[in-house]
Structure formats: structure tokens, C-alpha cells
Nanobody, 124 residues
Framework: QVQLEESGGGLVQAGGSLRLSCAAS????????MAWFRQAPGQQREFVAA????????YVANSVQDRFTISRDGAKNTMYLQMNRLKFEDSAVYYC?????????????????WGQGTQVTVST
């Protein structure tokens, strides 16, 4: 079992920045991949970025790759999402997810562990 705890969401003006964090609990897996998804009201859950905790390999959605950066602190089992030049359309609940293994999947059903989500609201 892996427990995930997100933090760092909030209200920010368009053009501003936020950094999200997700800490994973101790786990029995030799490799763990963590990812960020987001979901706006009435929309499907959308992939944002993923990172392999062991290798640091990353995969970032094309829609945000020029503004968002994913990183990790492997020793702390923690993942970060630095979001810059935020837009109104970035407003959503951001979910942290994790899966055993090193494959960077962009689809929600490949992740078996989920956090509660943190709200990001970008005002115009």
C-alpha cells in the first residue's frame, strides 16, 4: 500500500506560479512512478506529468511542458510540480497518483494509488 498526501494548491492570479508537492508513504516496491493528473468540473481526468522516483525520468504533457516542471526528492519519496505562467484553464483539482514500476503512463487507470487532490484556482 502507498499513501499519498498532496499540498501546495491555492488561489493565484493568471501569470503567477504555484508549487505542488506529493509525499508518498513508505512502500515495499523497488521502483515507484508518481504522476500528476488534474480534473476540472465536468471534464475527464487529464494527465499532467509523471516521474520515476528512482531514475528521475520524466514525461510531461505537451499542453503544459513549456510552463510546468516535475521533479522529485527520491530520498523523501516526494514529487513536486512547479507551475509557472498559470492560466485560467489550469484551474482544476490536481491529483497525485502512484504505481509500482518505472513506466511513465499517461492514463489514470494505470495508477493504483491516489491522493485526495488539491485545488488550484487561477483567477483572471
Amino acid at each position: 500500500q502507498v499513501q499519498l498526501e498532496e499540498s501546495g494548491g491555492g488561489l493565484v492570479q493568471a501569470g503567477g506560479s504555484l508549487r505542488l508537492s506529493c509525499a508518498a508513504s513508505e512502500h515495499p516496491f523497488s521502483t515507484l512512478t508518481m504522476a500528476w493528473f488534474r480534473q476540472a468540473p465536468g471534464q475527464q481526468r487529464e494527465f499532467v506529468a509523471a516521474i520515476a522516483l528512482n531514475s528521475g525520468g520524466t514525461y510531461v504533457a505537451n499542453s503544459v511542458q513549456d510552463r510546468f516542471t516535475i521533479s522529485r526528492d527520491g530520498a523523501k519519496n516526494t514529487m513536486y510540480l512547479q507551475m509557472n505562467r498559470l492560466k485560467f484553464e489550469d484551474s482544476a483539482v490536481y491529483y497525485c497518483a502512484a504505481r509500482q514500476g518505472a513506466e511513465l503512463h499517461p492514463t489514470p487507470h494505470m495508477y493504483g494509488y491516489w491522493g485526495q487532490g488539491t485545488q488550484v484556482t487561477v483567477s483572471t
